[in-house]
């Protein structure tokens, strides 16, 4: 789910990143660095969870908890003020009911159908009609036609990367019409809020059903499919690993990317419009949320060619966690903090801003630095400097779905030698940061930090399992070397 599904979210790549050259192609063998020069079994690749009790009950647990919670948090803020508790606490005695919860809810609108039809067509406009052209003239950027991961089978799709030209067109149309055109009011997001929710509810579930009968009836590749044997793990979890429509409509590029991301920055603006209206000023603590958001949305679709190559492309199967998951839990759950403080405009001291915009510019700075020298080895084959010195890694093999054998460089230098997932700690101090502007009267905000901790965690242990599976004991000699995981010394 989230952009980093991760995610989104989140972002964050995942520890097997391979030397891509072309589809089905061996990449070279090497001899050098940590690793043994013969391999005595590989170990094979792919989705390495089985669908255990456990496993079941977390997937059901979720399909029907989830769509709950998000309307939960909505709604505390539209008719309790933020309050989390307060809810709970009319229910048990009696001053409030379910229905009467329900009732007092904003319903479906044609008028926010109208709105979020005009924007998801809008969208798939960009990203399909528009090739990119900011690489031709942005310096360092990477856009255009890109190569993604190789999959489980062993092929290698294309994907046209135009994630930043869509989110500078739909910027630019936006500030035009706040300050000249007027089409529509800044606040429209937030003043449609929760009957827009429902329209997310809607394309959320018909994508997540489409690509659940798309898998059996027209796979794009059936041999990157997974079946479970259990329909509800399927659904959830997905049986496709890369459905397309055409030769170029990619379902996890799109819908991770965009509506979602791109919109993340616009609903920010509109909590920072409606504050504007309804009290005359707009609060630091709303600037802060907005600036490093918008820091974190920036860097994504600056490194958008990057992210082919995160756990969201490269590991996990399209179905609803992703599907329901970009469309509905991204824009309303990671958005919380600007919400909260159209409610509550919280002006900090400047001490405590001071403090805020430095947590979140340093977990920035881990985690695109973290990222960063990840990528800069795997593009040169260790044939680079990180921290001044020749990069150490362990070489190893794995075994793809065709029988092919590969060879792979885990890096143990930089932050990488930190610890195993060291972005994920920068990822952790920026989304402390967004909490944190938002003071500390109401829990509301702290959410998103809560759901961080206990996503970036789980995609650790989901992380190692799969890579253990695919490296094998090269992978627990990685493990030797690099004993924590987020935190030296802790865990």
Not at 174 to 195: E, Q
Request: charged letters at 15%.
């Amino acid at each position: 789910m989230d952009p980093k599904p991760d995610n989104v979210i989140l972002s964050a790549e995942v520890k097997a990143a391979e030397t891509m050259e072309s589809k089905r192609r061996r990449p070279q063998h090497h001899a050098n660095g940590k690793g043994s020069e013969a391999v005595e079994r590989s170990a094979q690749w792919g989705r390495a969870w089985e669908v255990d009790w456990f496993s079941l009950i977390g997937v059901v647990s979720l399909l029907c908890f989830a769509p709950f919670i998000v309307f939960y948090f909505v709604m505390a803020c539209d008719q309790y003020e933020c309050s989390i508790s307060q809810p709970l606490l009319e229910l048990c005695q009696g001053k409030a009911t379910l229905l009467s919860i329900w009732a007092r809810a904003p319903s479906f609108t044609w008028t926010a159908a109208k709105i979020y039809a005009i924007w998801v067509s809008f969208q798939m406009f960009l990203y399909m009609c528009i090739p990119d052209v900011t690489h031709k003239f942005i310096p360092g950027y990477v856009g255009g036609v890109q190569d993604g991961a190789r999959t489980p089978a062993g092929f290698i799709n294309k994907y046209e990367i135009n994630g930043l030209q869509c989110w500078i067109i739909t910027h630019a149309l936006w500030f035009a019409n706040a300050n000249y055109f007027h089409w529509f009011s800044p606040t429209i997001i937030f003043d449609n809020w929760i009957p827009l929710l429902w329209c997310t509810n809607i394309l959320g579930y018909a994508v997540s059903i489409f690509a659940f009968v798309k898998a059996y009836l027209f796979p794009t590749n059936a041999e990157d499919c997974k079946f479970t044997g259990n329909i509800f793990y399927n659904y959830m979890m997905g049986i496709e690993f890369n459905p397309r429509i055409g030769k170029w409509f990619d379902f996890k590029l799109f819908f991770n990317g965009r509506p979602g991301i791109v919109a993340w920055t616009l609903i920010n603006l509109s909590y920072m419009a409606k504050q504007q209206e309804l009290y005359g000023h707009v609060t630091n603590s709303m600037i802060l949320v907005n600036v490093l958001q918008g820091i974190y949305v920036l860097d994504f679709f600056w490194n958008e060619a990057w992210y082919l190559k995160t756990i969201d492309i490269c590991h996990d199967h399209f179905g609803w966690y992703l599907g329901w998951g970009d469309c509905v839990w991204l824009p309303y759950l990671y958005t919380l903090q600007g919400l909260y403080l159209v409610y509550h405009p919280v002006q900090l001291s400047d001490a405590h801003a001071l403090a805020v915009l430095l947590l979140g510019l340093v977990g920035y700075y881990i985690f695109r630095s973290t990222n960063h020298q990840k990528d800069l080895f795997r593009r040169t084959g260790g044939a680079c400097s990180i921290w001044r010195r020749k990069p150490t890694y362990i070489e190893c093999s794995y075994l793809s779905a065709d029988g092919r054998s590969h060879r792979s460089k885990l890096l143990t230098s930089g932050f990488w030698g930190v610890a195993r997932h060291f972005n994920y700690t920068g990822d952790l101090m920026g989304s402390l940061a967004y909490c944190a502007a938002c003071g500390f009267v109401h829990i509301l905000p702290y959410f998103y930090i809560v759901y961080m901790t206990i996503l970036l965690v789980h995609r650790c242990v989901r992380d190692e399992h799969r890579c253990s599976s695919k490296y094998g004991k090269d992978w627990r000699r990685y493990t030797d070397t690099v004993p924590y995981r987020l935190i030296p010394g802790l865990f």
